[in-house]
């Protein structure tokens, strides 16, 4: 069977960030408008007050200290409170193309390769910014890549799932080197006048260069890949095609990111710690030989959590690395971006897993191996 690699990854970061308090002062100032509108009716019982939000509450929260952005001003617009963009032409790069290829180029470049040397392409991302053309097809045409390419949406999840399509791809024959491309702009499918979500998300793009073994030195050997589903409405957004069929409002709010986040909390944490110490027993390894853990960065306590499940210890942030604090919540970027900022001290034979975890449930991991 042909050994497959991680042989580089990329990162695209936005260059604006909004941080905890600057994002509350915008939301306080929504609720406290909100509140004055709806003055009579808040008093009669007919709705409810909103709440103010706080810098404390939400890094108590989740551990988010800040995140980036593609267009800080429309987020933090008291009356608007999403992000501005200006349409472009069919002719023009479109937005999510155009922060997948900046990511692509990073990992060719990192990689030492040229486009000639890759095959595939996958957009593996939590959102589309449209049905079709692919996104990844427009992300190969800007990029000049030959071969095919696909787009995969598995939540949180979908770079990990797009990690195994890529190896399986390199396996097969069907591709020498493959692209898995990661662009999340969050920020667009977030409600942020909602309390209780308002922080989690930011916006970014990663990329993943998958290959033959043989193509070159070093890498990460891919050892083994473990993918499970199993249905929940606890996260979920029903934005889609038949909206306008069902004469429901454009802006109702499950057209947005919404979840039940206290039984996420309790039904995926379990979940992605059984995953991990399954996946790592059918290869005959365990959590205590892994050297690195590169977990989803949706929630401080979530990962805190899975890693004490499987290490039956507190995991320091070396062996478990935190990038949430600085990037949020990125979707299926988040562990890329772990792995991608917190791997070159590693030496040749330190084991490492990433995994993600999210909407589905879905839960992917890919054990790692320096090479």
């Not at 071969?147 to 990690?163: Q, W």
């Not at 909390?265 to 399954?278: Q, R």
Request: proline fraction near 3%.
């Amino acid at each position: 069977m042909t050994d497959v690699v991680i042989r580089a990854t990329g990162l695209f970061t936005p260059s604006q960030t909004i941080s905890n308090e600057e994002l509350v002062a915008a939301f306080n100032t929504y609720v406290a408008r909100y509140n004055a509108e709806h003055a009579a009716r808040i008093a009669a019982g007919e709705i409810a007050a909103l709440v103010e939000s706080s810098a404390e509450f939400i890094e108590k929260a989740s551990g988010i200290k800040q995140r980036y952005v593609l267009d800080k001003a429309g987020v933090l617009d008291p009356a608007r409170m999403y992000p501005r963009f200006a349409p472009r032409p069919d002719d023009a790069l479109s937005l999510e193309a155009e922060i997948g290829v900046a990511a692509a180029r990073e990992a060719l470049a990192r990689a030492g390769r040229d486009v000639a040397d890759v095959d595939a392409v996958i957009c593996a991302a939590s959102n589309m910014q449209r049905p079709y053309p692919a996104m990844a097809v427009e992300i190969q045409h800007a990029l000049g890549i030959k071969g095919f390419a696909f787009d995969m949406n598995v939540a949180c999840s979908s770079a990990t799932f797009g990690i195994e399509q890529a190896a399986n791809a390199v396996r097969s024959g069907s591709a020498r080197s493959v692209l898995v491309v990661n662009p999340e702009i969050c920020s667009a499918h977030l409600e942020w006048r909602d309390r209780d979500c308002h922080f989690i998300f930011g916006d970014v793009a990663t990329a993943i260069l998958v290959e033959r073994a043989d193509m070159g030195d070093g890498g990460w050997a891919i050892l083994g890949t473990k993918l499970a589903t199993s249905f929940s409405n606890n996260i979920r957004n029903n934005a889609g095609f038949l909206n306008r069929c069902e004469d429901t409002p454009a802006d109702a709010r499950d057209k947005l990111f919404r979840q039940e986040g206290r039984k996420v909390f309790k039904e995926v944490c379990p979940m992605a710690a059984e995953h991990i110490g399954t996946h790592l027993a059918a290869l005959g390894r365990t959590p205590a030989g892994v050297r690195r853990f590169w977990l989803h960065q949706a929630n401080l306590s979530m990962n805190q959590l899975i890693a004490r499940r499987l290490l039956e210890r507190d995991a320091t942030f070396d062996e478990a690395p935190v990038i949430l604090d600085q990037y949020a919540n990125t979707a299926s970027a988040g562990s890329i971006i772990a792995f991608h900022l917190n791997h070159e001290d590693l030496t040749e034979g330190d084991l490492g897993v990433i995994c993600s975890f999210g909407a589905g449930y879905s839960i992917g991991s890919v054990v790692i191996q320096r090479r």
